[in-house]
C-alpha cells in the first residue's frame, strides 16, 4: 500500500509562478524526501527533511514537514519550463525502505 | 562518471517467457532496489537487497525473482507467472547509511508483452 499521497494529482502553472504540492503520509517516519521523474526518466532525488527538521531550502525548492499532521508539501519558486515533471514524496523508516507516493504531475506554461 | 545503468532501454516479451533486466551500479552503494511504475502511478517495491548474497521481497514480489552475486549487480527476471508484466522498471540505489543519502536512480527499462 502506498504510503504517502500527493495532492493535487495534477497543477498547470505559469511561468514565473510559484507551485505547491502536498503530501500526506500515514505512520510514523524518519524521514520525508522529494524527486523529480522527467516523462519517460527515472527519478531524480531533490531534497531530504528528517523527522526533527520542520523546513529546509535548496535553491528555489522550500520543503516543509509538519509530523503531527503527518504532512509535508514542496513549494518551487519562480517557476520554469524546465521544471515541468511529475514529483513524488516518499517517505523512510527505520529499514533501508522507502515508501513512494502517486505523485503530482506539474505542468509549467511558457 | 558514478551511476546507475539498467538494461535495455526497452524490452518485448512473449506470453509464457522469462526475461531478466540487467542494474548495474559503479557508485560502491550496498543496498539495491527494483520497482515497478504503471503509467500514471507511483512506484511500488519488487525487491530490495542490503548486501551481497541477501536479499528480500518487497511489496510485489510474486512472479518475479533477483540474485545478488556481486555487490554492483542486481537484476531482476520477469518469470511467465507474472500475470501483468507491462510496466516501467526502475533499480536504484543507496550508499551505507541507507535512505537518510537518498536513492540514485537508473534511467528505466520499460517492458512491454506483445
Known amino acids: 500500500s502506498q504510503q504517502g499521497e500527493e495532492d493535487p494529482q495534477a497543477l498547470s502553472i505559469q511561468e514565473g509562478e510559484n507551485a505547491t504540492m502536498n503530501c500526506s503520509y500515514k505512520?510514523?517516519?524518519?524521514?520525508l524526501q522529494w524527486y523529480r521523474q522527467n516523462s519517460g526518466r527515472g527519478l531524480v532525488h531533490l531534497i531530504l527533511?528528517?523527522?526533527?527538521?520542520r523546513e529546509k531550502h535548496s535553491g528555489r525548492l522550500r520543503v516543509t514537514l509538519d509530523t503531527s499532521k503527518k504532512s509535508s508539501s514542496l513549494l518551487i519558486t519562480a517557476s520554469r519550463a524546465a521544471d515541468t515533471a511529475s514529483y513524488f514524496c516518499?517517505?523512510?523508516?527505520?529499514?533501508?525502505?522507502?515508501?513512494f507516493g502517486e505523485g503530482t504531475q506539474l505542468t509549467v506554461n511558457p | 562518471d558514478g551511476g546507475i545503468t539498467q538494461s535495455p532501454k526497452y524490452l518485448f516479451r512473449k506470453e509464457g517467457q522469462n526475461v531478466t533486466l540487467s542494474c548495474e551500479q559503479n557508485?560502491?552503494?550496498?543496498?539495491m532496489y527494483w520497482y515497478r511504475q504503471d503509467p500514471g502511478q507511483g512506484l511500488r517495491l519488487i525487491y530490495y537487497s542490503q548486501i551481497v548474497n541477501d536479499f528480500q521481497k518487497g511489496d510485489i514480489a510474486e512472479g518475479y525473482s533477483v540474485s545478488r552475486e556481486k555487490k554492483e549487480s542486481f537484476p531482476l527476471t520477469v518469470t511467465s507467472a507474472q500475470k501483468n508484466p507491462t510496466a516501467f522498471y526502475l533499480c536504484?540505489?543507496?550508499?551505507?547509511?541507507?535512505?537518510?543519502?537518498?536513492?540514485?536512480f537508473g534511467s528505466g527499462t520499460r517492458l512491454t508483452v506483445v
Open positions: 527533511i528528517r523527522s526533527n527538521e
Open positions: 516518499a517517505t523512510g523508516t527505520s529499514g533501508s525502505r522507502l515508501t
Open positions: 557508485l560502491n552503494h550496498d543496498a
Open positions: 505512520t510514523s517516519i524518519n524521514n
Open positions: 536504484a540505489s543507496t550508499p551505507p547509511g541507507r535512505t537518510l543519502y537518498g536513492y540514485t
